[in-house]
Structures are given as C-alpha cells and as structure tokens.
Nanobody, 115 residues
C-alpha cells in the first residue's frame, strides 16, 4: 500500500506561480514513476508531468517550459513547480504512482487561476 498526500494548491492570478507537493508513505521503495494529473470541471483527467526513478522527466506539451517536476527521494516527496500560470490551468491536481502493479492516487489539491 502507498499513501499519497498533496498540498500547495490555491488561488493565484494569471502569470503567478504555485508549488504543489506530494508526500508518499507506505511501500515507497517499490514506486517507479510518479506523475501529476489534473482534472478541470467537466473534463476528463489528463496527465501533466512524470518523474521516473532514474530522473527522467516528461511533460504535457501545454505545460512544457512553465512547469517543472522534481523529486526529493530523501523526503519521499515529488513537487510540481508551476510558473506563468494561465486560467486554463485551473483544475484539481492529483499525484499518482504505480507500485507493485497497482495504481495509487492522492486526494487532489485545487488550483484556481484567475484572469
């Protein structure tokens, strides 16, 4: 079992920044890639960024150059630094990982970007 707890969401004006955190606990030694997803009202959940155990990072095209995913293995935490935020980034952001063949999700944190 893996538990994921996100924090750091909030309300910010367009052009502003936020940093999301996701703290993992439980069977963390078996976690491979950790990902951030988001879900806007009335839309499907979509993948945003991923960070693998070997340090490789990947991003959704619409956030590339604005968002940075990073990982602190000593703290078992993954971050999502979000800069130059746009109203279309408004969504609930979820942390996700795969461990032991199972998929785990956090509870989500709301990010609202005002224009």
């Amino acid at each position: 079992q893996v538990q994921l707890v996100e924090s750091g969401g909030g309300l910010v004006q367009a052009g502003g920044s936020l940093r999301l955190s996701c703290a993992a606990s439980g069977r963390i030694f078996s976690i491979n890639t950790m990902n951030w997803y988001r879900q806007a009202p009335g839309k499907q959940r979509e993948w945003v960024a991923g960070n693998s155990n070997d340090g490789m990072t990947t991003y959704r095209t619409s956030v590339k150059g604005r968002f940075t995913i990073s990982r602190d293995n000593a703290k078992n935490t993954v971050y999502l630094q979000m800069n130059s935020l746009k109203p279309e980034d408004t969504a609930v952001y979820y942390c996700q990982c795969n461990s032991g063949g199972l998929v785990y999700w956090g509870q989500g944190t709301q990010v609202t970007v005002s224009s």
